[in-house]
């Protein structure tokens, strides 16, 4: 699947079964709580924390939850993901095509 099938996938499940988008601020409230599941799961298995009986560990599930958000916020405020992930990937090369390779730390 692309970004912009993904982009259009949301879109029609979201008039088909969600009614409308929520508002913007609802989704970067139910973004942030996504990412803190993410938070929640990675602390537990490759940090420190230990899971309580019966907790869920699917990270995959987690991730998915946070792309599925990111692509609401991304349609209802009109930006292609596309486009904006390209410009973004240069941006990143621009800036740091050398920056990591020399950074004594990462050898």
Same mark, same amino acid.
């Given at each position: 699947?692309? !970004?912009?099938?993904?982009?259009?996938?949301? *879109?029609?499940w979201i008039?088909?079964?969600?009614?409308?988008?929520?508002?913007?601020?609802?989704?970067?409230? !139910?973004?942030?709580?996504?990412?803190?599941?993410?938070?929640? !799961?990675?602390?537990?298995?490759?940090?420190?924390?230990?899971?309580?009986?019966?907790?869920?560990?699917?990270?995959?599930?987690?991730?998915?939850?946070? !792309?599925?958000?990111?692509?609401?916020?991304?349609?209802?405020?009109?930006? *292609?993901?596309?486009?904006?992930?390209?410009?973004?990937?240069?941006k990143k090369?621009?800036?740091?095509?050398?920056?990591?390779?020399?950074?004594?730390?990462?050898?």
């Amino acid at each position: 699947m692309t !970004i912009k099938e993904l982009q259009e996938s949301v *879109d029609k499940w979201i008039k088909e079964y969600g009614v409308r988008y929520f508002d913007e601020m609802t989704n970067m409230a !139910i973004l942030t709580e996504e990412v803190g599941e993410v938070a929640r !799961i990675m602390a537990r298995k490759y940090g420190e924390q230990s899971f309580k009986n019966g907790e869920d560990e699917n990270l995959g599930d987690e991730l998915a939850d946070v !792309i599925w958000v990111v692509t609401c916020i991304a349609n209802q405020t009109g930006t *292609d993901l596309t486009a904006a992930l390209k410009k973004n990937m240069d941006k990143k090369t621009k800036r740091d095509n050398k920056r990591h390779k020399e950074n004594h730390k990462l050898a």
